[in-house]
């Protein structure tokens, strides 16, 4: 059974996401899905918080829900997956990504990346454009699970208005 890694910050999940999720569940016996930290950015919501959505909205039975503090391709090997599964929506992504195969590939030589475009009508998500439109008072509903609308919601406007708070300090 062939195992593999879907990692990211899921901060919060999209329908983009979910999108590559379900897709992804159909090519491997077992698939990760891995909540990581970006060292670049600050986290809205809690690793717990991330995976508490992620599991509120993906059924999928072959589909399990981790967090690691470690390098993705090291999970993977720990975790004897021999594929890393990454979304590729634009040139921006693909910059990044190319870089981040060649790093893996310099770890782990014998695990592989495959690339899953998004469907074409979660092309343009992004979770910084999620958080961009609440902050602004715009309908998420297009780009998130409803299930999750209310406490996506909440949870990036708690975060705006605690890091304007800091900024009048």
Known sequence: MKKAVYAG?????????IDIIKRA???FGE?????????YKTPTFTTEERMNMI????????????STDDLVVRFAKEKGATTI????RNIKDFESEI??????KHISDDIETIILFPSHRHT??????????????ADISPYVPKILIEEI??????AFKEKKASLVL
Do not use: M, Q, W
Request: overall charge positive.
């Open 25 to 27: 569940s159909k090519l």
């Open 55 to 66: 599991k509120k909205v993906i059924t999928c039975k072959n589909v399990s829900i981790h």
């Open 9 to 17: 910050s899921f901060d919060p999940i999209t329908n983009g996401h």
């Open 99 to 104: 870089a981040l195969y060649h790093f893996n």
């Open 153 to 158: 919601t909440l949870g990036v406007k708690k």
């Open 124 to 137: 343009y998500i992004s979770s910084s454009a999620v958080k961009e439109l609440i902050y602004y008072n």
């Open 31 to 39: 698939l990760y899905i891995l909540v990581t930290e970006n060292i």
């Open 85 to 88: 599964v990454r979304g590729l």
